[in-house]
Every structure is written in C-alpha cells, then in structure tokens.
C-alpha cells in the first residue's frame, strides 16, 4: 500500500504544474469570455452564448493519459516499483485526477454563473450553466463530468499503453484496420448507431447509477487490456 | 549462502544481434563490484534485467534468493542509476529528492542535504534545465542516500569533470564504511576506480570475460622484461597477454601466477617484473587480441 | 586529498608496507594502535576490504596483533622481525643484484668491498 501512496505522490508532484497552468488559462478564458459577452451586449447582441469548458477538462484528460502514462512507467520501474502496483496506482491516479478536474471545472462553471447572473445576462442567453444553485445541480455536474472524464482518461491511457508496448507503427495499424472495417458496408453505419446510443444514453435522462455503471464498465475494460500490457513492458534505455 | 545478486545463464537477443551469452555470476552482500566493459559490451542490457526493467531471452536472475520480475520485496533491495537519467523532466531538483525519499526504505535525508550542498546542486532549478554534469549529480545523489543493500550505478558520471567524479568516490567510499552494502559500478574508467573495488567482473561482447578480487586479479598479471632470449624461456607455459619487441629487449604480459621460485629464477636472469594496472589488464582483455597458452616461438 | 599508491603494485602489499615502514622508523612503538581498515581506506581512497588484506597479512606475520573490540596493535618485537625479513629481502633485492653488476662490470669482490668503504653519501 506504502508503495501506492508513493506513486500517487509522484503523481501530484508531476501534475501539480500543468494543473496550475492549465486552469490559470481556463480562468483567463473565463474572463475574457465574460468581457466579450459585456462587450457584445452593449453592441445590442442578444442571441445565446455558450459557455462549457468541459471539452477542455476531457482534453486535459486525454492528454494526461497519453503523456503521463509513458513518461512515468519507465520511471516507476527504474524506482523498482512491480508493474501490478504501477497499473493499481495509475488507476487510482486517473480517477483521483478526473475527480479533481471535475470539481475545478463546476467551481468554474459555477463561479461564471453567479458572474453573468449579476451581470444581468438571463438563463436564456448563456447555455451550460447553472439554474438553480442548488447542492443537487452541483453534485449533478460534478459527477457528469467525473464519469467522462474518467471513460476519457482511460481511453487515452490505453492508447499510450499500447504505443509504448508496440510502437507508433502498430497504433497506426490499428487505426488504419478501424478505417478498413469502416468500408464494409454497414459497418460504419452500425457503429454510429452505437455510438449514437452511447452519448443518448450518458447526456440523456437515464439515472447516475446506470451512467456510472456504463463508465466503470468502460474503464475496466480499458485497464483489462492495460493490465497486461504493462506486465509485459519494458524499460527502453 | 543467499548472494545479493546472482544470475543463472542469461542470454539476450535483440531480434538478430546476440546483447548477453550464458551470463553466471554471483555478486556477495556489501562488497564493491566494478562490472567493466567497452561501450556495447552488455553492461547496461545486463543491470536492466537484474532490475527487473528488461525481460531476459533466458536464464534466470535472483536477488537475496528470489526472482525480481513482479516481487516487491526483491525490488526493495535495489536502487539503480542510470547514464541516460531517469527522472521527469518537468519535476525540479528538491521534488524529484521528495519523491525518491518516498521510495527507498533506507533513505538517508541528511546524506542528501549534503551531497546537493557539496556538488551545489540548486534545488529549485527542473530537471530540463540541468546540464548534464547536474543531472548525473542528482543521479549520483539519489544512489547514494537510497542506501539501498543494492546500489547500481551504471555509468552516472556523464558531464561531470575529474573533480566531480573525485567527489563521488570519495563521498562512495565514505557513505559505504558507514553503511556497508552491494554497490555495483559499471564503467570504462578503470583507472579511476580501481582502488575503490573489492571484486571485478569484465565484460565483453556480451560474456563475461574475467571475474574475481581485484587484487588476486592484479596478482595474476605481470609485466616481464629482459633479454629477449632470456624472456621468452621464462615465460613459455604461461598465458600471454601481450608482447612487444624492441631490437634485443622484449616486454610481455602474462596472465598467469608467478611463483616465488620462479620470479626469483627471474630475477636472477635480470628480468623486470611488475604488476599490470587494472585498466591496461581491462584493454588488453578487451582488444580484441587473443589470449594464447605460451606457444612464444610461433 | 588522497595519498597516490603506485599502480604497478599491490595494494595491500603497499598497505603493509606503509605500516612496516612507520615501525622502523619509530613512528609506530610497540603496542601502538594502527590506523584503522577504514581510516586507510579515507586516506588512500581505497576499499576498506583492501586495506584489511594489507592488515591482516601483517597479523598473520605476528607484526600486529588484534584487541577485540578495539583494534589493531603493534606487536612486541614486531621491529626486529620486520628488520629480519627487510634485511632478507635486502639481500634478495639488492646484494645480488649489486654483485651481479658488478661481475658484468668486471668489478672483483675486493673492489666492490673498498668502493663500498670508501664511498661517502652524496647528498652530506
């Protein structure tokens, strides 16, 4: 256990940095946003304007999991941690990490929020923001955010577990297999039923238990795959 | 008895190119080890499979008796620096510390406040930035107050000028009186190391050329000079290293004992016999030149 | 600073030696303690194991002897026996040579005895 704290110090010390620059910038996108939407009502625009950093905080995300994933393996094993407690403890760092950018991002949002409300902007006029300002709609966010982040991260972890198994080659290959398989007939079509099932089911009404599930569902399969891959993996240099 | 580092016929292969062969060799607790060898003779390939961060083709590693690849408790016993560094780039001098304190169960805080005083080392300044002379001394740091019972260092002084490589040894052999353990030194720089180690294994294109105590090592090798006549009936029977003429005088290296009968016999005839250094032993190992079974007259 | 060793010869040997050499002159008295393994170890920039061979070899000979717990002591007659064998190895080394020079040279015995009368240090 001593050994996974450890490894989610490590974690912290890495990131700590990119955290800070990272949502300094989405502060100072905030702003400006803000004195643009200023800007544009005095010009007497009245039309809607949407605020969400969540494609950031899914960006983050990724970026994260490809990153972070191969700059520290290596580093974690020369530090003579075992490959099984690298993958427990770069889990548990994904999940702690989506669950930090989530309460930053609807701190945010919220912030933006109570900014436009006394403004004077209406709830018409800005999209993705908050109504009520109740605990529930906080939480609510939060955990919306949390789940796909976390779907996200995984993701992009997996794909940085196999480009630092395999190669770039071989995630090219994938991609141009995924192309392949897309031209038979149907096929395409098929997956974007799927796929179309999937986002109506996670931003539709659908409950958090049943979002929840969807997502630890995807996360493990994702680490199923990992898991095996580090335990093969090994130091480059 | 349980060694700290043993390894039971390790072969690696890179797709076609042959890194180690049949590698045996058994490393005892707490004594110095120098692991010699030219630039791609293996050295590295062969510390990254007893750490666990390589996979070997064949055979077997074991630390204190039990395999690393997946065991905690072996990888607990080393610590491993490396030429090329192994740190996150992002992450300054004082963190970096912060977290390799996290990991080593014997890390010794005051060991390392004074070597990053000694080498002034900023501790603000990120790993990118350091130049390589800093980098290998924040490795040099780390490997020293781990104090692991099984430290590496593979080649850690890149960019580090004679005085900084002096101080390294010297803080080395001071922390390792205070604190015996393994300490493994993989190097090409025979000769600024050679007083420091107890035992030495060389490597060479991927086998293990010659292991043992560095001073019966050293007892086995001698320069004899003389008449060349004279020379060359006293060392017929013993390996020949090396041999070189000039006019009437001739200069060999065996690598062979010399018994007290015979080096008086020697003597005698007006031969001059001396030990041959660590590093001139290493290259002529190394060469490339064979080692032949007396046969002087060919 | 380190003290520099001659790389042409043994360690342990020139370890021994150093402690031979502190007996003859006096720098050392009987039932003297030696420096210790380590302490040669920090003034050579040795390995502590070599500079214990270089020890050991010298107790095996009867020239020091250990105190548990303590360390390494000078010997009683330690001097004389270090003088019989350099005197040994003084014949060995240097009387040989000298009368084997000397017979290249054509120097006869009674030569050699009256240079060596008669010969008056250089450097008084």
Same mark, same amino acid.
């Given at each position: 256990?001593?050994?996974?704290?450890?490894?989610?110090?490590?974690?912290?010390?890495?990131? +700590?940095?990119?955290?800070?620059?990272?949502?300094?910038?989405?502060?100072?996108?905030?702003?400006?946003?803000?004195?643009?939407?200023?800007?544009?009502?005095?010009?007497?625009?009245?039309?809607?304007?949407?605020?969400?950093?969540?494609?950031?905080?899914?960006?983050?995300?990724?970026?994260?999991?490809?990153?972070?994933?191969?700059?520290?393996?290596?580093?974690?094993?020369?530090?003579?941690?075992?490959? +099984?407690?690298?993958?427990?403890?770069?889990?548990?760092?994904?999940?702690?990490?989506?669950?930090?950018?989530?309460?930053?991002?609807?701190?945010?949002?919220?912030?933006?929020?109570?900014?436009?409300?006394?403004?004077?902007?209406?709830?018409?006029?800005?999209?993705?923001?908050?109504?009520?300002?109740?605990?529930?709609?906080?939480? !609510?966010?939060?955990?919306?955010?949390?789940?796909?982040?976390? =779907?996200?991260?995984?993701?992009?972890?997996?794909?940085?577990?196999?480009? /630092?198994?395999?190669?770039?080659?071989?995630?090219?290959?994938?991609?141009?297999?995924?192309?392949?398989?897309?031209?038979?007939?149907?096929?395409?079509?098929?997956?974007?039923?799927?796929?179309?099932?999937?986002?109506?089911?996670?931003?539709?009404?659908?409950?958090?238990?049943?979002?929840?599930?969807?997502?630890?569902?995807?996360?493990?399969?994702?680490?199923?795959?990992?898991?095996?891959?580090?335990?093969?993996?090994?130091?480059?240099? | 008895?349980?060694? =700290?580092?043993?390894?039971?016929?390790?072969?690696?292969?890179?797709?076609?190119?042959?890194?180690?062969?049949?590698?045996?060799?058994?490393?005892?607790?707490?004594?110095i080890?120098g692991?010699?060898?030219?630039?791609?003779?293996?050295?590295?390939?062969?510390?990254?499979?007893?750490?666990?961060?390589?996979?070997?083709?064949?055979?077997?590693?074991?630390?204190?008796?039990?395999?690393?690849?997946?065991?905690?408790?072996?990888?607990?016993?080393?610590?491993?620096?490396?030429?090329?560094?192994?740190?996150? @780039?992002?992450?300054?001098?004082?963190?970096?510390?912060?977290?390799?304190?996290?990991?080593?169960?014997?890390?010794?805080?005051?060991?390392?406040?004074?070597?990053?005083?000694?080498?002034? *080392? !900023?501790?603000?300044?990120? /790993? @990118?930035?350091?130049?390589?002379?800093?980098?290998?001394?924040?490795?040099?740091?780390?490997?020293?107050?781990?104090?692991?019972?099984?430290?590496?260092?593979?080649?850690?002084?890149?960019?580090? !000028? =004679?005085?900084?490589?002096?101080?390294?040894y010297?803080?080395?052999i001071?922390?390792?009186?205070?604190?015996?353990?393994?300490?493994?030194?993989?190097?090409?720089?025979i000769d600024e190391v050679s007083n420091l180690l107890e035992?030495?294994?060389?490597?060479?294109?991927?086998?293990?050329?010659?292991?043992?105590?560095s001073e019966?090592?050293k007892?086995?090798?001698?320069?004899?000079?003389?008449?060349?006549?004279?020379?060359?009936?006293?060392?017929?029977?013993?390996?020949?290293?090396?041999?070189?003429?000039?006019?009437?005088?001739?200069?060999?290296?065996?690598?062979?004992?010399?018994?007290?009968?015979?080096?008086?016999?020697?003597? =005698?005839?007006?031969?001059?016999?001396?030990?041959?250094p660590l590093q001139? *032993?290493?290259?002529?190992?190394?060469?490339?030149?064979?080692?032949?079974?007396?046969?002087?007259?060919? | 600073?380190k003290i520099p060793l001659?790389e042409?010869? *043994?360690i342990y040997?020139q370890i021994?030696?150093?402690?031979?050499?502190?007996?003859?002159?006096?720098?050392?008295?009987?039932? !003297?303690?030696?420096?210790?393994?380590?302490?040669?170890a920090?003034?050579y920039g040795i390995n502590p194991?070599t500079a214990? @061979?270089?020890?050991?070899?010298?107790?095996?000979?009867?020239?020091? /002897?250990?105190?548990?717990?303590?360390?390494?002591?000078?010997?009683?007659?330690? %001097?004389?026996?270090?003088?019989?064998?350099?005197?040994?190895?003084?014949?060995?080394?240097?009387?040989?040579?000298?009368?084997?020079?000397?017979?290249?040279?054509?120097?006869?015995?009674?030569?050699?005895?009256?240079?060596?009368?008669?010969?008056? %240090?250089?450097? @008084?």
């Amino acid at each position: 256990m001593n050994r996974i704290k450890s490894h989610l110090k490590m974690h912290y010390i890495n990131t +700590k940095m990119s955290l800070i620059i990272f949502w300094s910038i989405m502060f100072a996108i905030s702003v400006l946003g803000i004195l643009i939407a200023l800007y544009a009502r005095s010009r007497g625009y009245n039309g809607t304007i949407t605020i969400s950093h969540m494609p950031a905080v899914v960006i983050f995300g990724a970026i994260s999991g490809l990153v972070s994933y191969n700059e520290t393996l290596p580093y974690m094993l020369n530090m003579g941690i075992t490959r +099984k407690n690298f993958i427990l403890g770069y889990a548990l760092y994904n999940t702690v990490l989506s669950l930090i950018l989530s309460v930053i991002f609807t701190f945010l949002t919220l912030w933006e929020s109570l900014l436009y409300n006394l403004l004077g902007f209406s709830n018409q006029q800005i999209g993705q923001i908050f109504t009520a300002f109740s605990i529930g709609e906080i939480f !609510d966010r939060i955990w919306s955010c949390f789940i796909i982040t976390l =779907a996200v991260t995984a993701f992009f972890t997996l794909v940085g577990s196999i480009y /630092y198994k395999k190669g770039i080659m071989y995630l090219f290959g994938i991609g141009a297999l995924i192309m392949l398989v897309m031209f038979i007939p149907g096929v395409a079509a098929g997956v974007f039923r799927v796929l179309e099932y999937i986002i109506l089911y996670l931003t539709g009404d659908k409950g958090y238990l049943t979002m929840t599930l969807f997502s630890l569902a995807f996360f493990l399969a994702c680490y199923s795959i990992i898991y095996p891959l580090a335990r093969t993996s090994q130091v480059k240099r | 008895m349980k060694y =700290a580092v043993e390894c039971r016929n390790i072969s690696k292969n890179f797709g076609r190119t042959t890194a180690l062969s049949d590698i045996n060799i058994k490393l005892e607790k707490d004594k110095i080890y120098g692991l010699l060898g030219r630039n791609g003779a293996g050295k590295s390939t062969l510390l990254n499979i007893v750490t666990a961060q390589v996979f070997p083709s064949s055979g077997e590693v074991k630390i204190f008796g039990e395999t690393p690849y997946e065991n905690d408790r072996a990888l607990r016993h080393l610590c491993i620096v490396k030429e090329s560094g192994m740190f996150l @780039k992002d992450v300054n001098v004082g963190d970096a510390l912060d977290i390799a304190s996290s990991f080593y169960d014997n890390w010794d805080n005051n060991l390392a406040e004074r070597l990053l005083r000694e080498f002034e *080392l !900023d501790r603000r300044k990120t /790993y @990118k930035n350091l130049s390589l002379g800093m980098r290998s001394q924040l490795g040099i740091i780390v490997g020293l107050a781990s104090r692991a019972p099984i430290t590496i260092f593979d080649e850690p002084y890149i960019g580090l !000028d =004679a005085a900084g490589r002096q101080l390294f040894y010297d803080a080395l052999i001071e922390d390792y009186m205070e604190k015996p353990r393994t300490i493994i030194l993989s190097t090409h720089l025979i000769d600024e190391v050679s007083n420091l180690l107890e035992d030495v294994i060389i490597l060479h294109k991927g086998t293990v050329k010659l292991e043992g105590n560095s001073e019966d090592i050293k007892n086995k090798a001698f320069y004899i000079s003389g008449i060349k006549d004279s020379v060359e009936s006293h060392v017929s029977g013993k390996k020949v290293l090396n041999k070189e003429e000039f006019g009437k005088t001739m200069a060999v290296a065996i690598f062979d004992s010399i018994s007290e009968k015979e080096r008086k016999a020697m003597e =005698a005839d007006d031969l001059i016999i001396s030990s041959v250094p660590l590093q001139q *032993l290493f290259i002529f190992l190394t060469g490339g030149k064979m080692i032949k079974r007396g046969d002087m007259n060919e | 600073m380190k003290i520099p060793l001659d790389e042409n010869k *043994l360690i342990y040997m020139q370890i021994a030696e150093v402690i031979e050499d502190a007996v003859i002159s006096g720098e050392l008295n009987e039932g !003297d303690q030696v420096y210790s393994t380590n302490q040669f170890a920090r003034l050579y920039g040795i390995n502590p194991a070599t500079a214990a @061979k270089g020890i050991n070899l010298l107790v095996e000979e009867g020239i020091l /002897y250990k105190k548990r717990g303590i360390g390494m002591f000078v010997a009683e007659g330690a %001097r004389n026996m270090i003088v019989g064998k350099r005197k040994t190895q003084f014949i060995e080394d240097y009387i040989s040579k000298l009368i084997r020079e000397a017979e290249k040279l054509n120097i006869t015995k009674e030569e050699l005895i009256d240079l060596i009368k008669t010969y008056e %240090r250089g450097d @008084k």
